[in-house]
Structure formats: structure tokens, C-alpha cells
């Protein structure tokens, strides 16, 4: 698995009907960027609601890191279990969840948020049922923390890589100023690195990065499928001098000559009126158990 793309460093636009050495197609990568764009509405929106409510969630943990829920759970199947951090609404909305129902809960709370014990435990059942049926499906977990250091998420990595279970699991870390240069793993020369509880792949990659998370995702996810068991993938932030994932993507797209202030903009209209019909939606009717659809969407 590659766990950096060099497509920053190129300069030469391609033409729009190219895509180039990427292996994306591009109505894959107007996709993506197009999911962030949203995901990132939703979370401003959300931060909003929660200020406006006096809510002590951090909603706006999820600005600036669209980067990682969009290109690791992009690819996700029907059949496939997404578990994400509390508050953190991106990953569920890119699987499929209704903005009504992602809203509601702020509106309408009947059941406790479900704590991050309760999530990973969703996630594992999820895939030793797969593994024991022979099921193509896959668990997710998008965690906001760096999971090799919690107790809860090491044990889930742990069992994890014992049973082989299929699995991709998805975190954030955050690099002190002048971090070390990543090398990229590969199955010939690179180094693939190791969680100190599992023997499976553990891949670090820009976290600003679209493109390349998404390709290994891509990767881990067939990986998966196949019966190989899981992986981690370590999305990396410069603490010091962290970079726009919308920004860096919009430079990509340019470059490649897919990306226009129209379509931008038409995108954004359309969602915001999503938005604002979903949450009217949500302040009117009364929920039946958001919590239980947010931890297992």
C-alpha cells in the first residue's frame, strides 16, 4: 500500500478527459471533492447548532479533517458498519444517514450518546459476523483520537488482528513541529509499520491529503474484503502548520483541469438548501432514537 501521493509536486495541468497517472478516475475525484465540500458545511452548520443550543459537544472538531473521513469511507458498501467518534457526524453522513436524522438529536435527545466502549463493540460484532458468514462486508471505525494510544481502541485493534476480522481502522494524529518524514510503505522496499498489540499493516498518510488516503483506502478495503484481515490507517496533521484539505484538493483538481468557481458554487447552493430543509425538518419532528442510528450507521 502507498501511503503518500507525490500529485502535489506536479505542475502541468492535465486535460480534463486525462486522468494522468492517478488511477482515479475523474468522476471519482469530483466526488470526493464534493463530499468534503459538504461534510464540511455540515460540520460549520453543526458547530452552529450546538453553540446556539449551549451544547458541550465539540462540533467543530470535524472542520479540517475532511480529508480522512472522505477518502478512507468513501468506497464503503450498503452491507458495510461505520462507527465514529460522538459528535463526529461526517463519516455517518458519507454512509448514507440522513441529514434529518444526523440533526435530530439536537432537537429531540431520548437516549444517551453512545460512549466510543459501545461503538467499537458494534464494529467487532459486525465483523466477526461478517468473517463467520463469509460476508463481503467490512466494519469501519473513524476515530477523532490516535487510536494506538487508547486503552478501549488498542484492545479493539488487538482482537482485531488475533481473528483476522475485517476491518479498517481510521484515526487522526496530529505531528509536533517538524515532524519526521513518513516513508512510504510498500510490499517491496517500504517499511510497514506495526502497532505495538497487532501484527497487521498500520499506514501513515497526509491527513490533508484526499487523494492519497483515499488510495489507501481503496486498498485496505480490498485487503479486507479479500479475507486478509484489517488495517490501520494513521492520517497525519503538521501540528504547526496544519493545511486546508479543501484548499490542497481544489489545487489538485486545477491542476488536472476539473475544477471551476461555477460548479463549486452550484454545489454549495444546492447542499445549503439541504441543509436548511433538514433541519427544519428535525426542529419539527420528534426522533425515535437518534443515538442507536448515529453509533451504528
Known sequence: MTSKTKEK?????????????SLICN???????????????????TRILAMERN???????????????????????PEDTLV???????????????????????FHPVAPEFEMVARLKIATDAAVANKLNKSSGIAFVVSAEELASSGPLLEALSFAGLNSLPMIFVSRKTMPP???????????????????????????????????????????IAHARMGHGPTLIECLTDGSNPADPILNM???????GLFTEELK????GGFSRELDAALEAASACPSSNPSTRLASC
Open 265 to 268: 458554487t452550484e454545489v454549495i
Open 27 to 45: 468522476e471519482k475525484l469530483l466526488d470526493i471533492y464534493f463530499t468534503m465540500l459538504r461534510c464540511r458545511m455540515l460540520a460549520e452548520r
Open 84 to 106: 465514529s467518534s460522538p459528535g463526529d457526524l461526517a463519516p455517518c453522513f458519507i454512509h448514507g444517514l440522513p441529514l434529518e436524522a444526523l440533526f435530530r438529536g439536537f
Open 250 to 256: 481544489e489545487k489538485y483538481l486545477i491542476r488536472k
Open 178 to 220: 517538524e515532524p519526521p518524514v513518513v516513508e512510504s510503505p510498500t510490499k517491496k522496499n517500504g517499511i510497514d509499520l506495526k502497532t505495538e498489540a497487532c501484527a497487521f499493516p498500520a499506514i501513515a498518510v497526509d491527513g490533508s491529503d484526499a487523494v492519497a488516503v483515499y488510495r489507501v483506502a481503496h486498498e485496505a
Open 9 to 21: 509536486d506536479a505542475v502541468a495541468p492535465a486535460p480534463a478527459d486525462k486522468n494522468g497517472f
Open 55 to 77: 451544547l458541550t459537544c465539540d462540533a467543530s472538531a470535524a472542520i479540517g479533517h475532511e480529508a480522512t473521513a472522505v477518502g478512507a469511507v468513501i468506497d464503503r458498501l
